[in-house]
Structures are given as C-alpha cells and as structure tokens.
C-alpha cells in the first residue's frame, strides 16, 4: 500500500506498517539494520555526481531512512532528522535558523536544558534570548520584534503543564515572519499533529514513548517544505547522524507505540484522579483532568495524552524526600516513556515566570505500564510518608 492510501487509514494502522515496505527487501516484515559509513559506486562518473540513492552513511542508510519515512508518515512533514539525542532536537534548530542579532522567544516552561542551551550557547552566539509566559496566546503579538526569528513552545510545559494556544501563537508568529517550532514530546504525532496547527518544525525526544523501553537516546526534527531545507544544511554541516541499531530499535517501538500510550494514558489519568482526592496533595497538573486551566485547549487541540504529570504535596524538600524513599515500585530518575514508573523532585528554579507560586512542593511521576492499582499503593505509602514527614 502507497503512502497516500495509507494516511487515510487509522492511527495503530499507520503505526505498524509506516516507513517500510516488506517487498523492497525481499519480503521481510522489518527492515535490514545497515552498519555503515562506506558506500561503493559502479564507476567514476556515478561517483562524480553522486547519482544513486545513498553516497555515505552520514546521509541516511535504508535503516535511517525507514524511520525518518515513518514519523514523516506521523507528521504530515516533508523532512525528518534524526539526532542522537532529544535534546539535540531543540538545539539543531535553534542553531539552523538563528544568527547573531536575531531574538528568540522561548517558552519559560520548556525542558530545564533547552534554558541552559539558550542561556550559555546561544547567549554566546549573540542570540537575544527572551522568556514568554506560556498562557501567553495571541498575546505574543506584543513582543514579538522587528528581529524576532523564532518562537519556541512547548506544550504542555516540562514538570509544570501549562497548555499553550498553539494556532494563536502560530498566526501571530508566522504574520511577523517568524519560524514557529515546538518541543513535542509529550503528545508525541499520535495526539497533536503539530504540523496541522502551524508549528513548522516539530520536535521529539524519540528517547521518550517512540523508544519506550528506557535503553535509547534519540532526538527527531520534522519540518515542512518552506523550512526543511535551511534545517538539513546545518544538520550536514554539523555531521550529525545515528547509528543503524538505534533507528532499528525506535522503528520498533513505533509499531507498538499506540498500544503502549494507551496504556501510559489510563493509568496515568485513573492516578491523577485518584490523587486529586488525597490528603497532602495539593494540586494535580495534568491537563486531562477537567480541573486543569488549560483543560479546554487540551480537548479542542490534542487527541489524547501520554503518561507524565506532576503533583505539588504540601510541604518542601524533606516532604519530597520522604515521599520519594518511601516508594518501591516507582525507581527515582530522568526522563520518562519506558515500561516503568519513575518519580522526581522537580526544581524550578530554571524559570523566570512559571513556578514560582505554587503552595507546596512539586514532584513528577512517569507513569508506566504496572498494574495501577500496584502503583496507587506506592503513591499512598509515599504519600504517608510525607505526610509524617
Ligand atoms: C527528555 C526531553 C528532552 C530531551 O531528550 P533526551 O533524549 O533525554 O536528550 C527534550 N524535551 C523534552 C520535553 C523532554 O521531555
């Protein structure tokens, strides 16, 4: 089946046959993992022109490629990059599109190392660096100057959840000529298809729900037409690339994705719920939840969500202390979009606007694929704990 026939068909569909089709390599339902760096050509002139589907392996391989085809497929893209991290994902376009002089606005809830890139790098480069308040929305208009290059979101906010009107800062972003790029990591293309909204680059940490088992480090940038191009000329000059095993692995976790998120999402909502009933839980970010202030952009925007939300408890760090070293179930650790459940104490003081006034103490759970009622009885044992704290 084309591409085209097959945008038409469901989401779980698109996940598992995307990027690859099982008659290019002799019928085998998964695609060859190409160990490269050397690639021959049949004669000097072929060589000369470089006419023939792959030169070296720094520009693709058939195991590179069937992953970049496949969250094309996702994204509505023209074009997918693969870096080895997802961090990386935010930096290479931020690198790609701004130049000395040119002022950036970054959401101030973005993820805690995108402030440090823009803080020390591109501070370095002479970018101007200018933090937004998230909720924000049209209301960018008024900051956006005659050199404002690029506008950076990212929703819903790292730890903290805020949901950004992504069509409003989009129309006034695009009126002043600005690229609109957004770390999309939490939704990943299952649930917001940012393209459709009018972000131009969309970014992922594939490390996250894509990889899903917690053993791979991977960043993807998908641009449309207009800015693709400008993308894959620092991307080269910067002699970015991936390994073959690791493309292989994240493919893989793409046919399952659907199935796992559903899961990541279940859980994650029936535990909110639960913790929004609880003694010493202040608050529940989590924009599924009818509570949260940006629960209407959630409905109107995205189609789902993924399995990560923070809680504020009352108190401060020796509460957050007690209830991370009282939980078993849940490991204590970065990143999250693996099989297992993780918790952290968030620290905020990376913001300039966000964060600052919640009435106790922020912690982030990553919720995994146990069987929840075995992760309500962690929580609660963790939540006693702070409560005796
Ligand atoms: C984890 C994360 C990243 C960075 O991904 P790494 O692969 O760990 O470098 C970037 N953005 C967001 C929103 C993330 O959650």
Redo the contacts with the bound molecule.
Sequence with gaps: MDKQSRSKLGINTRLAHGGYDPTDYHGFVNPPVVHASTVLFPDAQTMATGNQPYTYATHGTPTTDALCRAIDELEGSAGTLLVP???LA?TLPLLAFLSPGDHLLMVDSC?G?THYFCNTTLKRLGVEVEYYDPLIGAGIEKLIKPNTKVVFT?SPG?NTFEMQDIPAIAEKAHAAGAVVMM?N??ATPIHFKALDYGVDISIH?V??YPSGHADI?M?TVSANEKHFKTLEQTYTALGLCVSGDDAYQVLRGLRTMGLRMERHAENALAIAEWLEKQDGVLEVLHPALPSHAGHEIYKRDFTGGGGVFSIVIEGGKAQAHAFLDALEIFGLGY?WGGFASLAVHVRLNDRQITGKNYAGTVIRLQIGLEDKEDLIADIAKGLAAARAA
């Design positions: 991290s997802g961090l935010v993820y190392n990212e790292s770390d990591t939490w940490a490390t996250k480090l960043g990143s």
